[in-house]
């Protein structure tokens, strides 16, 4: 079950589960371009998160940033319903160069294709999927409660890199 400060949400959409292949997804881009990125091979950190602009948020995307400048050979992405001009601000605050922000909010694709999306709330549910260079899912977190932090370490292990 998950929870969202404590209250139970309704996670809708399809739920991943490692050995599947991480489905194709659009989303929109800062320059407010629609981006497919599962079309590009590579390793894969996606990042699913409530908003950019909250603490919790903030403070997960830069802990992988800072942990990821030196592995340019695994793509980070981030996907929220935040609008294209908070996840630019979001970005230009934090100097960030190493994760690419995408938001989910005009058809939300992303969301109904991995099954994070809060009905209560309109969000997206915290969760993380790592995927090898074809895009099959090698790990999977859907964390319980959508406040806290996933889990750094086992993500990164996941994507070949050792903290």
């Known amino acids: ?24 997804f659009e989303v ?15 390793k894969k950190i996606i990042l699913a998160v409530p908003s950019a602009d909250t603490g919790v948020c903030s403070l997960e995307l830069a802990k ?17 319903e935040d609008l294209p001009f908070a996840l630019d601000r979001w970005s230009k605050a934090e100097q960030n160069t190493v994760i690419k922000t995408y938001s989910d909010y005009k058809d939300h694709d992303f969301a109904k294709k991995t099954g994070t999306y809060m009905k209560e709330n309109g969000l997206l549910a915290r969760s993380v999927f790592v995927t ?22 086992k993500a990164l292990a996941a994507a070949g890199i050792q903290e």
């Open 28 to 42: 929109i881009d800062v320059a407010l371009n629609p981006v497919h990125p599962m079309e590009t091979k590579g």
């Open 132 to 153: 090898d260079e074809d895009g099959k899912i090698v790990y999977v977190q859907y964390v319980d409660e959508v406040s806290h932090e996933p889990d750094y370490k």
């Open 1 to 24: 079950m998950t929870t969202f400060l404590g209250n139970p949400v309704t996670l809708e959409g399809t739920p991943l589960e490692a050995g599947m292949m991480m489905p194709d």
């Open 64 to 80: 992988f940033m800072n942990k990821m400048k030196g592995h340019e050979d695994v793509e980070v992405l981030s996907v929220s």
